[in-house]
């Protein structure tokens, strides 16, 4: 059948985005809600007070995250990309809700992500290279939820993608126009996570194959062209980085990320980071069969894919105690895992050192029992396990004014604060009485029994009190 490979990816494409829709209306209450209701938050604020893209903000005026008290709520981090698309499409649809656009924008990133996938697996396997590329990208059970969570990382990724297809096409076609795209989309993808700068060691690799270093350097038609090239990709970065340094008190603690507990090369790093991650939830340990033949077949002649993922290697490796700590810092190296599981996956298949009487069944139960043990650990991401702070949430925003100030403690959580619809703090980081100061009008806590809602309680009138929660008005002292 002719173009039979479109028809496959075309099904891979509509399945995939059909597996993300399960419980796409969830409440920012699953798996690392607390990422995802910062991201929500500064999209919610576009939405109300209007884009403003040099100035995002959000609901937390905490000092927790970046140690100054920050009353304008600036959220420093990623050049707010993804917040202004989704602030667009909620403001201008809203009979789908904030959170389902959010999500619905990382499912359309994902699909341009398999279809980047697709392309680069076809230029260096072949076509069912690239159509199982796409498949496992699609369908990796983690790969599933962490494409369908309101962040930017799947965007960043879906822009890294095509920075390297784009630099695949000019090193085949020689044409400057698609290099300079490749750069653009490689700036977009860095001023939202700069961490995708690890996708360029396999374009640096594919470049130095092509030309030699000797080729670039002293030839100035060709070094100017990269020149430009990296400008146009790390110029805006630096602007950025530039800017956001002028509201320290936005900027969240981020040194600790690098090797902040000293974890890096400990057994901690490698238990977590490649028995855990990669082998366990990624991989479903059976998928260490095709990954690792993936890596053993590779060629001399051919060390793309090898290249792309020890560029994942390598992040990791930098940037080693958020990887471990957090499971959503690999989002990134998911790419160049699938290619080389496509890669090991042609190889059993196609292989004539082994037996395909073997070969090929070892092939399809090492993938489906790499898809159900991937599914088996998921399946908990979904899961509500505190839908008190939703109830507490709603009575928030039933009985406080729409502009009072609140308290919502939650270990630093700022779930629990975006349920409430409201601007304030996720955790008490001073006395109570000069939060009320900085404007504090409403303390809610979904743990009544703890020390400071005790305390709260005892000094102040209870708005509403039921099992879930307590709500107590900061301008009503009680008289003794």
């Known amino acids: 059948m002719k173009y039979k490979e479109y028809i496959v990816l075309s099904l891979i494409l509509i399945l995939g985005v059909l597996v993300r829709l399960y419980k796409i209306g969830n409440p920012i209450a699953d798996w690392h809600s607390w990422r995802q209701a910062d991201t929500a938050s500064v999209s919610k604020v576009f939405v109300e007070k209007g884009i403003d893209l040099l100035h995002p903000r959000y609901h937390d005026i905490s000092s927790i995250q970046t140690g100054i008290f920050n009353p304008q709520g600036y959220r420093m981090v990623e050049f707010p990309i993804y917040n202004a698309i989704h602030a667009v499409l909620a403001g201008s649809f809203p009979l789908v809700t904030l959170e389902v656009w959010g999500r619905l924008m990382s499912i359309m990133s994902a699909v341009i992500s398999a279809i980047f996938l697709f392309l680069i697996g076809r230029r260096y396997m072949g076509i069912w ?109 630096l602007l950025w980085r530039g800017w956001i340094s002028r509201f320290p008190e936005g900027i969240p603690f981020f040194t600790w990320a690098f090797n902040g507990d000293r974890i890096r090369f400990r057994p901690a790093f490698w238990r977590w980071l490649f028995a855990e991650r990669i082998g366990n939830l990624f991989l479903g340990v059976w998928g260490l069969i095709p990954f690792s033949l993936g890596i053993l077949s590779t060629k001399k002649k051919d060390l793309f894919n090898l290249l792309f993922f020890l560029g994942g290697v390598l992040y990791m490796t930098i940037v ?73 949430g709603k009575a928030v925003d039933r009985l406080t004014p729409k502009d009072s100030i609140v308290i919502a403690p939650y270990n630093g959580d700022t779930a629990f604060l975006y349920q409430t619809g409201r601007w304030g703090w996720p955790a008490i980081d001073d006395s109570i009485d000069r939060i009320i100061e900085k404007g504090a009008d409403y303390y809610v806590s979904v743990n009544t029994g703890d020390a400071d809602t005790r305390m709260v309680i005892k000094r102040f009138e209870t708005l509403e009190r039921t099992d879930s929660y307590v709500i107590a008005d900061l301008h009503q002292p009680i008289k003794p």
């Not at 297809?165 to 996570?193: A, E, P």
């Not at 700590?325 to 298949?349: C, N, S």
């Open 129 to 237: 290279g690239g159509v199982l590329a796409s498949f496992f990208f699609m369908f990796l059970p983690y790969n599933i939820y962490f494409t369908r969570v309101i962040l930017p990382e799947p965007m960043a990724t879906a822009f890294a993608l095509g920075s390297v297809w784009f630099f695949i096409n000019f090193i085949d076609s020689g044409k400057r126009g698609v290099l300079y795209l490749s750069g653009l989309l490689l700036s977009l993808s860095l001023l939202m996570k700069p961490f995708t700068i690890f996708y360029t060691l396999s374009l640096i690799y594919l470049a130095l194959e092509k030309y030699g270093w000797k080729g670039i350097l002293t030839n100035a038609k060709r070094l100017v062209p990269f020149m430009i090239f990296v400008n146009i990709a790390l110029v805006p970065l």
């Open 320 to 392: 080693a105690t958020a990887n471990v700590r957090h499971d959503y810092y690999q989002i990134f190296i998911i790419p160049m895992l699938v290619l080389l599981l496509a890669k090991g996956t042609i190889y059993l298949w196609e292989s004539e050192t082994f037996s395909h009487w073997i070969s090929r069944p070892l092939a399809v139960f090492s993938i489906l029992m790499m898809l159900m043990l991937g599914a088996y650990q998921v399946r908990e991401y979904y899961k509500i396990n505190h839908p008190e702070i939703i109830e507490a």
